[in-house]
């Protein structure tokens, strides 16, 4: 079992800079690979960014060169810099762990980013 925490997400606006932090417990995080994903009200939940247990990183095509993925494996986390935020991307971001990046078995409870215009 592992288990995910978020945090750093909050107000700000638009054209701003968030980093939300995931930290895991309950297995070896250099094993796991990693990712953040987005759900806005209404809206389906959608890939942000990936990053493997190598350090091999993926992004969606909205998020590149404005947002960042990263781990930390002797903190047992994963960032997500994001740059140059819009309002649309207004939503809850949660981080994602799984033997792979195409399969994600656990998840953390999300935090709110709100970007305003």
């Known amino acids: 079992q592992v288990q995910l925490e978020e945090s750093g997400g909050g107000l700000v606006q638009a054209g701003g800079s968030l980093r939300l932090s995931c930290t895991t417990s309950g297995r070896t995080f250099s094993s796991l690979a990693m990712g953040w994903f987005r759900q806005a009200p209404g809206e389906k939940r959608e890939f942000v960014a990936g990053i493997s247990w190598f350090g091999r990183t993926y992004y969606a095509d909205s998020v590149k060169g404005r947002f960042t993925i990263s781990r930390d494996n002797a903190k047992n986390t994963v960032y997500l810099q994001m740059n140059r935020l819009k309002p649309e991307e207004t939503a809850v971001y949660s981080c994602?762990?799984?033997?792979?990046?195409?399969?994600?078995?656990?998840w953390g409870q999300g935090t709110q980013v709100t970007v305003s215009s």
């Open positions: 994602a762990a799984g033997a792979d990046n195409l399969s994600y078995r656990y």
